[in-house]
């Protein structure tokens, strides 16, 4: 069995990237379920283990930062309410705005966003979508929310279009997931009605891109 890192499937490195999968694995098919302590475990241990496994293979400081701040925010958003709710996003900010500033270190510089096409296209559909977002959420949300929202929507932005000025495409992916994972996140809990019969699965897909978007942009700098 071929293993990203060198070593066996027992290797350090290998063995933390399984625990990390297995976490989330467990947490995705709990999703749906009313909040308990394990499920809170599952959910915050699967990219806590990433940014263990950035600190084990000497991967960025920021990075390390950032997954475990993505982390907290897991564990505050394994729990209902608005408080738990908004310790979650705060947590978020800090790790896009951490983010941000590795990809833009690693990055080329944001003139490349103009001189390849691609590129270009890519912002410029990012910045629509994230204005779509905020437009809809902007009718949906309490005048407490808004605000935290608004930042939000700009930080996941900016941190979309830093990572378009990297060359690296498990990166770009990852950030392209993660602003997917979000829209969706805002769509399940805003825009959908509360007993719509998608809420199960949109949970589950919401997860699924996250975790998809931690573990691209890890192993983009641990094995780019």
Same mark, same amino acid.
């Given at each position: 069995m071929t293993m990203p890192f060198a070593g066996g499937i027992d290797a350090n490195a290998n063995a933390t990237l399984i625990f990390s999968l297995v976490a989330a694995v467990i947490y995705a098919f709990t999703s749906g379920t009313s909040p308990t302590l394990a499920r809170s475990a599952a959910k915050t241990l699967a990219v806590a283990m990433l940014a263990v496994l950035a600190a084990m293979q000497g991967g960025p400081l920021m990075?390390? $930062? $950032?997954?475990?701040?993505?982390?907290?925010?897991?564990?505050?958003?394994?729990?209902?309410? =608005?408080?738990?709710?908004?310790?979650?996003?705060?947590s978020f900010l800090v790790a896009h705005i951490i983010y941000i500033v590795l990809f833009l270190r690693s990055g080329g510089g944001l003139?490349?966003?103009?001189?390849?096409?691609?590129?270009? $296209?890519?912002?410029?559909?990012?910045?629509?979508?994230?204005?779509?977002?905020? $437009?809809?959420l902007w009718r949906r949300v309490g005048p407490g929310l808004r605000l935290p929202i608004a930042v939000y929507v700009v930080a996941i932005l900016a941190m979309g279009m830093a990572a378009l000025t990297t060359g690296n495409a498990w990166v770009i992916g990852g950030a392209v997931?993660?602003?997917?994972?979000?829209?969706?996140?805002?769509? =399940?809990k805003f825009l959908v009605a509360a007993v719509s019969p998608h809420r199960a699965w949109m949970r589950f897909a919401v997860w699924a891109l996250y975790y998809a978007a931690q573990l691209a942009i890890t192993l983009g700098f641990l094995l780019g």
């Open positions: 990075l390390v $930062a $950032a997954l475990a701040l993505s982390a907290v925010g897991d564990a505050f958003l394994s729990r209902d309410g =608005e408080k738990p709710f908004l310790g979650g996003l705060a003139d490349v966003l103009g001189a390849e096409s691609w590129r270009g $296209a890519t912002a410029l559909a990012m910045a629509v979508f994230a204005i779509v977002m905020l $437009a809809a997931l993660f602003m997917a994972s979000d829209g969706l996140l805002a769509t =399940e």
